[in-house]
């Protein structure tokens, strides 16, 4: 176990109290608690509805079966992402198309994209990588269905509107390790009430009057609670990635590194924060011997797994990019630790 992990679970007595005044109610599964942790994220982004599903991937996979996204459709997303885009895909036959990435932001390419979209496109995901909102305007005016992905970016804005409120449909994670936890779990979210109203028929089979493929995709009561402390603690959270990515953006000013970009009307939540080393292998190697989790911030691209190229900015990413620990609990020392021992491997 590194001394230093590159993530981790932001929890005190307030999510252990919540969770357990739920197991002392008896009601665990999806009850009340999950319907005020629906309605509070919808307040917070600002839209009509979100619904609670048991992970991103189910959430991604019902947004593309509300849109009545099948076999043969295309759906674009981007290659340097994790591959539970690609499978929430093949999940309803279809079939991906890869745009490249804006090497400066690692989101989506809006000109490579353009290029690449066909008459079989049917819709766009989206991801706001590592907390820094895509051109997302942009991608809207294409006139394609768009799916953002705000697993990484709850609480960030465009514009100065938060992000999930641009898309046909947003999708949320709520992993261990996400902006806000739940263990497992996820959430929809969507101005349009029949994209909601297909969403809540398709999350749960049971007591329905027709015969249709449905899904066990529920979140619990005991989860939603824990995700209810969560999300009111979000700006909080929120203001202490950003006092430590403050740290590391003075660190590599004075070290004359480059520090990783955020256009003016973008406001990051820096999910994570990425830096760029010609000696990544060495970085990752060197981190597990000081126990400091480095990571790479995508474990491989789509490109790869898929036996294709064209893809240079998303290469370049998987190349040199390394992740650095950034996560509310992270403490000063720890901070000064990590900077320390990543200078020797900053390029001047």
Do not use: W
Not at 114 to 126: D, E
Not at 172 to 201: H, P, W
Not at 250 to 258: G, I, N, T
């Amino acid at each position: 176990m590194p001394v230093i992990p590159h993530s981790r679970p932001t929890i005190d007595h307030a999510e252990i109290d919540a969770v357990t005044a739920v197991l002392k109610s008896g009601q665990l599964a999806q009850g009340g608690q999950v319907l005020r942790f629906e309605q509070a994220l919808a307040a917070r982004i600002g839209v009509r509805g979100a619904l609670a599903v048991s992970s991103g991937t189910a959430a991604l996979h019902l947004a593309l079966l509300a849109l009545k996204i099948g076999e043969g459709d295309e759906v674009a997303l981007p290659s340097f992402v994790c591959p539970a885009l690609l499978n929430a895909i093949r999940s309803v036959r279809a079939v991906p198309l890869l745009a490249d990435i804006d090497p400066m932001t690692f989101n989506i390419d809006v000109q490579d994209l353009r290029r690449r979209l066909t008459a079989k496109t049917k819709a766009v995901i989206v991801p706001h990588m590592f907390g820094l909102p895509a051109d997302i305007r942009e991608i809207v005016a294409l006139g394609v269905p768009v799916i953002e992905d705000c697993a990484q970016s709850l609480g960030s804005r465009y514009e100065g509107v938060p992000t999930g409120r641009f898309g046909t449909l947003a999708i949320f994670s709520f992993y261990a390790t996400k902006v806000i936890c739940t263990g497992e779990g996820g959430m929809v979210a969507s101005n349009d009430q029949r994209l909601l109203d297909a969403v809540r028929d398709l999350r749960e089979y049971d007591e329905k009057a027709d015969d249709r493929l449905r899904y066990n995709y529920k979140l619990t009561d005991l989860q939603a609670a824990l995700g209810m402390v969560q999300l009111e603690k979000l700006p909080a959270l929120i203001a202490r990635r950003r006092a430590l990515a403050k740290q590391y953006d003075d660190f590599l000013s004075r070290c004359a590194a480059p520090v990783p970009a955020r256009p003016a009307e973008r406001e990051s939540i820096f999910y994570r924060y990425i830096i760029r080393t010609e000696r990544l292998a060495e970085l990752l190697a060197a981190g597990e011997g000081a126990g400091i989790a480095y990571r790479r911030p995508v474990f491989k691209p789509l490109h790869h797994y898929l036996g294709t190229t064209g893809y240079p900015a998303s290469e370049a990413a998987f190349r040199t990019g390394a992740s650095l620990p950034i996560y509310p609990s992270l403490q000063d020392d720890e901070v000064a630790a990590i900077l320390s021992h990543v200078q020797p491997f900053l390029r001047r």
